[in-house]
């Protein structure tokens, strides 16, 4: 079970609003992890699902709003990557108890446990379970300003947190500004070093499948948190994403994305700009003009886990364009 104090270590993060939601969520919200799975569902619970993507290929989509007392578990979605001769998996989740389920259906999926682990960031909702797979004794991927984050969090609060542990000890590999590619047997993983979302985002491509799994530079059908974003950052690598060759994109939060996904949630960040230009040449601060932003209609419903969102976005825009 996910204990209260995993929970509020996770809380520090991206995707806090989604326990805010279960409270009060629309029907919206309540049916955003409700989209049919694209592949077979190798597994259900309470909080995610696994869909198989190809032979080999695994995505966890978390489904946080089911609602229940195990329902943030995993919290953030993640994978499961095979080849013949290594297992890589994607995120640390909310819970220990989230990492080491998915570490088990790792080795009922592949016959393996994880012998990699990819932290695409720091935040809490994927990294605060990593210790989870310490069981399995796996390689962690991640980036040298991910691991100083969780270690400067650790120092401004003053808690102990077993990410920044593990990846304090030897089984730590950190990618620095050039790609990592790790052959697993006959699949050849890219491990891509991106920003936007925070400073230091780690994206994984597959080229055969052709899949992406996007940490959280991508939500599908969720307004993006920008509270650690460099806006123009998160457009550009976003854009990058959609530049790889692939038929399926694995956000962050949300429901397995295609091509029409990423090009709406684009769309959705460029429309932000848009606005946030104009209240920066109209001098109106973002917190005022947050007021009156909504997203175009055209672009569908895109679900706001809290009241600050827009201001956050339009805010984290005001800065750089002040800057
Ligand atoms: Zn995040």
Redesign the pocket.
């Known amino acids: 079970m996910t204990t209260r104090r995993q929970f509020l270590a996770a809380a520090g993060?991206?995707?806090v609003h989604v326990a805010i939601a279960l409270a009060d969520g629309t029907r919206a919200t309540r049916s955003l992890y409700a989209a049919v799975p694209r592949g077979p569902v190798a597994a259900r619970e309470p909080w995610g699902r696994i869909e198989r993507l190809a032979e080999g290929a695994w995505a966890l989509i978390s489904t946080p709003l089911a609602g229940g007392k195990d329902a943030m578990r995993t919290f953030s979605n993640g994978g499961i990557i095979a080849g013949r001769d290594g297992v890589l998996v994607v995120e640390g989740f909310a819970s220990e108890e989230g990492a080491a389920w998915l570490a088990g259906q790792a080795r009922e999926l592949t016959g393996r446990a994880p012998d990699w682990v990819v932290l695409t960031?720091y935040?809490g909702?994927?990294s605060t379970g990593l210790s989870g797979y310490e069981a399995a004794r796996p390689l962690y991927l991640t980036t040298e300003v991910t691991r100083e984050e969780l270690e400067r969090r650790i120092a401004d609060r003053g808690e102990l947190s077993p990410a920044a542990a593990v990846l304090a000890g030897g089984r730590a590999r950190l990618v620095d500004s050039a790609e990592t590619t790790l052959d697993l047997g006959g699949r050849r993983v890219r491990v891509v070093p991106r920003s936007g979302?925070?400073r230091s985002d780690l994206a994984i491509v597959l080229e055969d499948p052709r899949l992406v799994w996007c940490?959280?530079l991508v939500w599908n059908g969720l307004f993006p948190?920008y509270v650690d974003a460099t806006p123009s950052d998160l457009s550009r690598h976003v854009r990058a994403l959609l530049d790889e060759p692939a038929d399926h994109w694995v956000p962050?939060h949300g429901s397995l994305a295609d091509r029409a996904a990423v090009v709406s949630y684009l769309e959705l960040l460029d429309d932000v700009e848009a606005a946030a230009r104009k209240a920066v040449e109209a001098g109106i601060p973002a917190a005022d003009a947050a007021r009156g932003y909504r997203p175009p209609a055209e672009l569908g419903e895109w679900v706001l886990f809290g009241d600050r969102y827009y201001a956050v976005a339009l805010g984290a825009w005001e800065r750089e364009l002040q800057r």
Do not use: L, P
């Open positions: 993060s991206c995707a960031h935040h909702d994927h979302h925070t940490g959280d948190n962050g």
